[in-house]
């Protein structure tokens, strides 16, 4: 998955630095290329000779040694990579970053470019949790930089707590989710997920039981495989998956605006439980009970986004998702829904209480083509979005 990417990778002074060497091996037996930068105080606790052996070129060291500049300037090192890496990232170097130095050659590297950075901590406990250390690190977060560990556990220094630095495989992980090129690298992936809410007055709304876990489950399958994923939800119970766009609406409404908006796309996965009518005329006013009886409301129809997307003639994306939940004859309604909607795929499941599925973790479907149906086994919902990015990597591919 990291076949010709290419990892600038920062080695700081800290006894964690031996780890880095067999995190240089770990990166290049995955395809990855490794251009190694030593700090000075990084030199104290590994040779050059070594991480240069292990990385097969040359490491660079000082900011102003004259062949390493003929070489490669040091601007266009910085820029030559998909991903910096900062590991082991000592507290000074943090202090350093967040900071904006640029006093070595590795601190120049990291102000001087716009790569996206990974920084695996490690430190000292107390100076990790001293409160500059803690700022640094949330400056560095809010400026965009990754970060890996630091785990908790005995320390160099005989002392125990978060400082460790994490694992090299553990570092390899964080690597790849940032730029492995998985299947469906390059792709666009649009993802509708969670109920929609529609207003009755300002603190009354219609909603439905959707919690959001089987369209989040499925964008983050997918943005695994490497799809650039644009996840459009409504009030979902759970957190949207890191790494996604993500656009969060309220209403059905919203979403169709949303969902026209990030158009055209290579797929889009309609996961969302759209609410199917709205309040005619929601009140701007909270209502008020009366004597004369209960409120008159009065329902308009929704937008149907699914079907509004597959009839759309310039921009119906090459695959188009649907969901059918169901409560009874679930096959039966799913195929005339798939018919109706006009999209290629629905993804059928029966919600009725008892099966616990809707607000449940585990998911149990039948997938919906044209080449008939699919009964898959009962599986929680992360492995039922697996198992649907990879038969959408396989259609895309
Ligand atoms: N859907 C949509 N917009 C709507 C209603 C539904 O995009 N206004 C999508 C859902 O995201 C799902 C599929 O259509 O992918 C089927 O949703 P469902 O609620 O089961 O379909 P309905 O059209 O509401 O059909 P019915 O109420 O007859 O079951």
Redesign the pocket.
């Known amino acids: 998955m990291l076949a010709s990417r290419r990892i600038l990778l920062i080695i700081g002074g800290g006894i964690a630095a031996y780890k880095s060497l067999d995190l240089i091996r770990r990166l290049r037996e995955r395809g990855a290329s490794v251009t190694p930068v030593l700090t000075r105080a990084g030199s104290e606790f590994v040779t050059p000779l070594s991480v240069s052996a292990l990385a097969g070129r040359n490491v660079f060291q000082d900011l102003f040694d004259l062949t390493d500049e003929a070489e490669m300037g040091h601007i266009e090192l910085s820029r030559s990579a998909d991903l910096i890496v900062v590991a082991p990232a000592t507290a000074d170097l943090m202090a350093k970053m967040a900071q904006g130095h640029a006093d070595d050659l590795a601190s120049t590297l990291l102000l001087a470019t716009d790569t996206p950075v990974l920084v695996a901590p490690s430190m000292n406990v107390r100076m990790w949790d001293h409160p500059a250390t803690q700022r640094n690190m949330k400056t560095l977060k809010e400026d965009g930089v990754a970060f890996v560990g630091p785990n908790e556990g005995d320390m160099a220094c005989g002392e125990y707590g978060p400082g460790r630095m994490a694992e090299p495989l553990e570092i390899v992980a964080a690597i790849e989710t940032r730029i492995a090129k998985g299947p469906l690298a390059g792709k666009r992936i649009l993802v ?1 997920s969670g109920p929609t809410h529609e207003p009755i007055d300002p603190v009354r709304y219609i909603a439905n039981r959707s919690s959001g876990a089987q369209g989040t489950a499925i964008a983050s399958a997918l943005s695994a495989l490497g799809a650039d994923v644009i996840f459009v939800t409504g009030p979902a119970d759970v957190q949207p998956p890191e790494g996604v766009t993500v656009v969060p609406v309220q209403t ?1 409404q919203e979403m169709l605006d949303a969902v026209e908006d990030a158009l055209p796309v290579d797929a889009g996965i ?7 009518w709205r309040v005619k005329s929601a009140s701007e006013r909270k209502l008020k009970k009366t004597k004369d009886g209960l409120p008159d409301l009065s329902f308009a129809e ?6 509004t997307v597959c009839k759309s003639k310039e921009k119906r994306p090459d695959l188009v998702v ?5 409560t009874d004859d679930v096959l039966k ?1 799913a195929t005339a ?1 798939r018919k109706r ?1 006009g ?1 290629d795929w ?1 993804v059928a499941n029966d919600v009725s209480p008892g099966t616990g599925i809707m607000g449940g973790s585990e998911n149990d479907v039948t997938l919906i083509t044209d080449d008939g149906a699919e009964d898959w086994p009962r599986l929680s919902k992360d492995q039922v979005a697996r198992r649907l990015a990879q038969k959408i990597a396989e259609a895309l591919a």
């Open positions: 509708t059905a309609f996961a969302a439980a759209v609410a199917d929704n937008p149907d986004i699914l079907a649907g969901f059918a939940a169901e309604h829904k909607k999209c629905i």
